[in-house]
């Protein structure tokens, strides 16, 4: 069974930073491209970043480049989003999406809305 799990998620003052963390299970986890999502209130579903199955590619989206930095730990199976200078604008809920590496890629998670499989997500909340 295969199971996709966020954490790291918490309340943060602007200008302040986290780490969210996820964990997959039940897959090859080093065949998997993996991405970083959010959704904020009242808003779509958006990309925030990506990583290919070894690292050597990430995108990110516009507004995360320089701030958010994702990373990943093949042999501890976690996939890490950094999050620095954070801004009450990135109050959302934070999702985790694993992709087979035969049938998406990091850049194509760029357009994903469906399939792989999800974490329930984690809540970073941003103070002003």
């Known amino acids: 069974q295969v199971q996709v799990v966020e954490f790291g998620g918490g309340l943060v003052q602007a200008g302040g930073s986290l780490r969210l963390s996820c964990a997959a299970s039940g897959l090859t986890f080093s065949q998997l491209a993996i991405g970083w999502f959010r959704q904020a209130p009242g808003k779509e579903r958006e990309f925030v970043a990506s990583?290919?199955?070894?690292?050597?590619?990430?995108y990110y989206a516009d507004s995360m480049k320089g701030r958010f930095t994702i990373s990943r730990d093949n042999a501890k199976t976690t996939v890490y989003l950094q999050m620095n200078s954070l801004k009450p604008e990135d109050t959302a809920v934070y999702y985790c999406?694993?992709?087979?590496?035969?049938?998406?890629?990091?850049?194509?998670?760029?357009?994903?809305?469906?399939?792989?499989?999800w974490g329930q997500g984690t809540q970073v909340t941003v103070s002003s």
């Open positions: 990583i290919s199955t070894s690292s050597t590619f990430t």
């Open positions: 999406a694993v992709a087979s590496s035969r049938l998406s890629t990091a850049e194509s998670m760029r357009r994903m809305t469906s399939g792989g499989y």
